[in-house]
């Protein structure tokens, strides 16, 4: 009996697993991840006012009922769809964690990679999102309970990459809040002016952040009973 080459061993696998039927959960997941990545093209293409359900119904080639059997309604599914963005971008930067250097230039490493996430797609398209929550009393709830999550979420993330020194800080969380608030800021004004002066904010705050840290760890301590 001859016996199969070590290749055709891989191939057969291969046209096994291919020919194996999906399971219900499996197509779901199938199901739900095309229509996240045809929110998030057609709100980094068309913006928020033309990202209808029907256009990401489209773009993801389901049906009606399946759109609205994962997302009831246009909100969760905007929402869902900067989730999955940010979820995309994490894990990118969770992916380059083994590349950081240590010490002193790893938190200002870190922090750079921070204001790369405010620099590209997934801010414009939260902006735009916040813009449409202030008049919108459905999407509102939905992006603010969601904003929550993805701010606990980087702070989880950011300890990570920081690294065992910073991430233990006391005064992390609050350094970290006021970095997120500065850089909103700074990228807002970034959507419409080029400023160079904004990178160099970002350099000067670098240089601040350990002392932020060590003033936010006192004001934390104080404050405890």
């Not at 256009?55 to 399946?66: C, D, T």
């Not at 509102?140 to 993330?157: F, K, Y």
């Not at 997120?180 to 990178?199: C, F, K, N, P, Y």
């Amino acid at each position: 009996m001859q016996v199969p080459a070590p290749a055709d061993s891989t191939r057969a696998a291969e046209r096994s697993r291919r020919a194996a039927p999906r399971t219900q959960q499996q197509r779901r997941d199938e199901t739900r991840r095309a229509l996240l990545d045809a929110a998030v093209e057609s709100l980094i293409e068309v913006g928020f006012a033309r990202t209808t359900t029907l256009e990401v119904q489209r773009r993801a080639s389901v049906s009606r009922g399946a759109l609205l059997h994962h997302f009831p309604s246009k909100a969760e599914l905007l929402v869902a769809a900067v989730d999955h963005l940010a979820f995309m971008r994490g894990a990118q930067l969770k992916a380059l964690a083994a590349e950081l250097p240590e010490g002193r230039a790893r938190t200002d490493a870190v922090l750079d990679l921070l204001w790369q996430c405010f620099s590209g797609e997934f801010f414009q398209v939260a902006m735009e999102l916040r813009t449409a929550a202030r008049t919108d009393p459905e999407l509102r709830p939905v992006l603010v309970a969601a904003e929550r999550a993805l701010r606990d979420r980087i702070i989880g993330q950011a300890r990570t990459l920081f690294g065992k020194d910073v991430a233990e800080h006391a005064g992390l969380e609050r350094a970290l809040d006021l970095t997120l608030q500065l850089m909103i800021g700074a990228a807002m004004t970034r959507v419409l002016h080029e400023d160079s002066r904004l990178r160099e904010l970002i350099d000067d705050w670098k240089q601040l952040f350990p002392t932020v840290l060590t003033h936010s760890a006192s004001k934390r301590r104080k404050a405890k009973p």
